[in-house]
Structure formats: C-alpha cells, structure tokens
C-alpha cells in the first residue's frame, strides 16, 4: 500500500468524500482513480453512523461520518 496516496485521500476535501458517499449510496459506480477498479460502500459496523467507501485493493479508503 502506498500511504502517500491513502495520505492524499484523507487530505481530500470533506465535500469530494460526501459526494463520492453519496453517489455510492445511489447504488452509481465509483471508479477508483489508482486502481481503476469498483470503489465499494460498506456500513461500518462499530460506529452505525459512519461508513467506509473503499476499492478492492486499499489505495482508496475513505471513512465518513454520515451524519
Ligand atoms: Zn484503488
């Protein structure tokens, strides 16, 4: 894993990762910009309110609060 990339996601504003939730949550397909491969949305499981928006491979992985 590239954590200058990971590091780059997380300095990405919070508007990009609420509109890239909420076209997950619109059942719409987000391609990962790295990998190129289908970015998926899944609840997190310890925190109800949150959700973590990752691709197959890590290089994107995004936790929101959905509040
Ligand atoms: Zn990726």
Redesign the pocket.
């Known amino acids: 894993m590239d954590f200058s990339q990971l590091n780059k996601q997380r300095a990405k504003s919070f508007n990009d990762q609420k509109a890239l939730i909420k076209k997950l949550s619109q059942g719409r397909t987000v391609i990962?910009p790295?990998?190129e491969?289908p970015i998926s949305l899944t609840l997190n499981q310890h925190a109800q309110r949150s959700a973590i928006a990752r691709?197959?491979?890590?290089?994107?992985l995004i936790e929101l609060d959905l509040m």
């Open positions: 990962c790295h990998c491969l691709c197959q491979t890590g290089c994107t």
